[in-house]
């Protein structure tokens, strides 16, 4: 019989093997088994809200080619309406939690970086169990808080992307989290850098704030290391999410070598946020220009990288309103089998100008019915946040 011992996660040790997970708090259930090599590892352990687990003690690491612990979710693809309420209760939890940490943070308070990790937790299940319902719901929904919604939104591509990279879920929590907190530097400017999308902000200022915006970085880590308590992927995360393959970015210039996959990722999708809600001159671009201007840019970022991200959101990415061919308005949902002919619940008949009957519709099975463009509703009193 093996020698088994049950002991508090905090006593975990590298190099011992974990056998299974004793107690756990949260909502997101894992299971580890295998060998834990670093303090890295055990801290992910506790940010996920392993209470404790049982060892091995007759198992030490010695080989290098010994398996590394694995902590496997118990998550599927789950339809997206069946996905829709749990996704909602995720997305208020984190955006109640963030919000909480931002204005501590505005005022050099110290934040709980643990009660972030639990609704991030919860957040990334979900995102797993089907991307499609939480980047939906990010999307279609108005922040006032410019910074708050931009966390939120990079989340939830960062989710969704690394999810179709097949990244495993406990891997993707501390690089979520640094999407989450990337831009806290910016918390501590002027609210025209808080704010960019401020309608009366003046050229003038814009400049302005390009130039002193780079500071933010180091605010940033300067609030990192205040906190104290947060993994090596979210710091790099703050410290690298502006810099370029080519050199171009600030604070450092780095190039192609110094950056990991995760960082790569994340610089893609940082920009493309920027791109389709503030733009350039305070004008956004359509999720299509901003790809097509971000393919133009392929010294800066990975290139295949770029394209898998583009693959996973699609043209018409989840929370977009469409008008189809007949006149009808459709809310995308899922991307279904092709970005192209996603599934989309109609809404509403432009032609006709009035609402119909909520109902879903696989515009793959449609070939009469394909998409002629955007349906910009708001400016009927349309907004597709009413409509999940």
């Excluded at 508090?8 to 756990?24: M, N, R």
């Excluded at 050199?247 to 493309?272: A, H, W």
Aim: aromatic letters at 8%; a neutral charge; hydrophobic letters at 40%.
């Amino acid at each position: 019989m093996p020698n088994l011992k049950r002991i508090p996660v905090t006593q975990l040790k590298p190099g011992q093997f974990v056998v299974d997970i004793s107690q756990q708090l949260g909502h997101m259930r894992v299971s580890a088994s295998g060998w834990v090599r670093t303090q890295i590892a055990i801290n992910e352990l506790i940010a996920k809200g392993i209470v404790s687990v049982v060892i091995n003690e007759e198992k030490h690491l010695k080989s290098k080619n010994d398996d590394a612990l694995s902590i496997k979710d118990n998550l599927g693809h789950v339809p997206f309406n069946q996905e829709l309420d749990a996704a909602k209760k995720a997305v208020n939890r984190l955006t109640k939690e963030l919000s909480k940490a931002f204005e501590l943070i505005r005022h050099n308070d110290l934040i709980d970086a643990t009660l972030l990790h639990f609704a991030a937790m919860e957040f990334i299940s979900s995102s797993y169990r089907n991307s499609a319902a939480v980047l939906s719901l990010v999307r279609v929904t108005y922040y006032k808080d410019f910074q708050l919604g931009h966390a939120l939104r990079c989340a939830a591509y960062f989710s969704a992307t690394l999810r179709s990279l097949e990244w495993p879920a406990d891997v993707a929590q501390n690089w979520v989290v640094g999407a989450l907190l990337h831009d806290i530097g910016k918390l501590q400017m002027s609210q025209s850098i808080q704010q960019p999308n401020m309608h009366d902000l003046t050229e003038q200022q814009r400049m302005k704030d390009e130039f002193v915006k780079p500071e933010h970085v180091q605010n940033g880590i300067n609030i990192a290391e205040f906190v104290g308590s947060l993994t090596q992927e979210t710091i790099e995360i703050i410290e690298q999410h502006h810099e370029r393959l080519d050199g171009s970015g600030y604070p450092t210039g780095q190039k192609l070598t110094d950056l990991n996959d995760g960082v790569r990722l994340f610089c893609i999708i940082d920009e493309f946020d920027r791109m389709t809600r503030v733009g350039d001159h305070g004008k956004p671009y359509g999720v299509l220009q901003a790809f097509r201007r971000m393919l133009q840019l392929e010294k800066q970022f990975d290139f295949e990288l770029l394209q898998r991200f583009i693959k996973c959101i699609g043209v018409y990415p989840p929370g977009t309103l469409v008008k189809l061919s007949s006149g009808k308005v459709g809310l995308v949902l899922d991307r279904g089998i092709s970005s192209v002919h996603p599934n989309v619940k109609v809404i509403y008949n432009d032609k006709m100008g009035h609402h119909v009957e909520a109902k879903n519709l696989d515009l793959s099975n449609n070939p009469s019915e394909v998409i002629s463009g955007l349906f910009y509703g708001n400016k009927i009193g349309i907004f597709a946040e009413n409509y999940l």
